[in-house]
């Protein structure tokens, strides 16, 4: 399966940007990258998903290195309801399984 | 949220006893996912489903079976259940396999096997 390597924990202050990276190295041309974030005692929950260009929602933004191999999950402006664990997935072409790895857990500081 | 609806949400139960789990969707999703959660461990993947009466094996599968005999129902059973089997059980489901869609998550089961 697809591998994506993230740092175990990150820590940030309140109302400040977050940047949480993740490596796929191993990524091919038509694998999408997924984000999904897990806040205490729920179920994980979509955040964000790209293929190529950069993207924004109303949650994040996701930017994606030109040769794909790595992206970053931006957090504009942390909130304390922002800590939680998120996780970067990548969905494989032709593969029905979604694979979690141990995700960041992002601790944010009052 | 895509309906989903997990069952029970917490059980306790001896060893050597046979468990099911439920998990019941509304939003007529194809694929749908069985996974646990433990400290260390993240999510990991226990059986999934690409259909009715369709199913698959994932990482963790050894000691889990699965049915899903309409689209709605994705069955756990855990034949006989064992202390290494307490965790968090989550259910999630997809509506296809373009991988431009999201994945969507139960509330989760608390299993605790004594």
């Known amino acids: 399966d697809a591998k994506t390597t993230q740092p175990n924990s990150m820590e940030s202050n309140e109302e400040e940007p977050v940047h949480l990276p993740c490596n796929h190295s191993?990524?091919?041309?038509?694998?999408?990258i997924h984000w999904y974030r897990q806040l205490p005692s729920q179920g994980p929950e979509y955040v964000i998903h790209?293929?190529?260009s950069n993207v924004n929602n109303r949650m994040a933004s996701l930017a994606i290195a030109e040769d794909r191999k790595s992206s970053t999950l931006i957090l504009h402006r942390a909130t304390l309801r922002d800590a939680a664990v998120y996780y970067c997935i990548l969905e494989v072409n032709r593969d029905d399984k979604i694979i979690f790895g141990k995700g960041t857990r992002l601790h944010i500081l009052p | 949220d895509a309906g989903i609806t997990q069952s029970p949400r917490h059980k306790v139960t001896e060893t050597g006893t046979p468990v099911t789990l439920r998990c019941h969707q509304t939003e007529n999703h194809r694929y749908m996912y069985w996974y646990r959660q433990d400290p260390g461990h993240g999510l990991r993947l226990i059986h999934y489903s690409y259909g009715v009466k369709d199913t698959d094996k994932g990482e963790v599968s050894d000691g889990y079976s699965v049915s899903r005999s309409k689209t709605e129902d994705f069955l756990l059973t855990l034949e006989s259940a064992t202390s290494s089997q307490t965790s968090v059980y989550f259910c999630a489901t997809r509506d296809s396999l373009n991988l431009n869609t999201e994945a969507f998550f139960g509330q989760g089961t608390r299993l605790t096997v004594v």
């Open positions: 790209g293929l190529t």
């Open positions: 191993t990524i091919s041309g038509t694998d999408y």
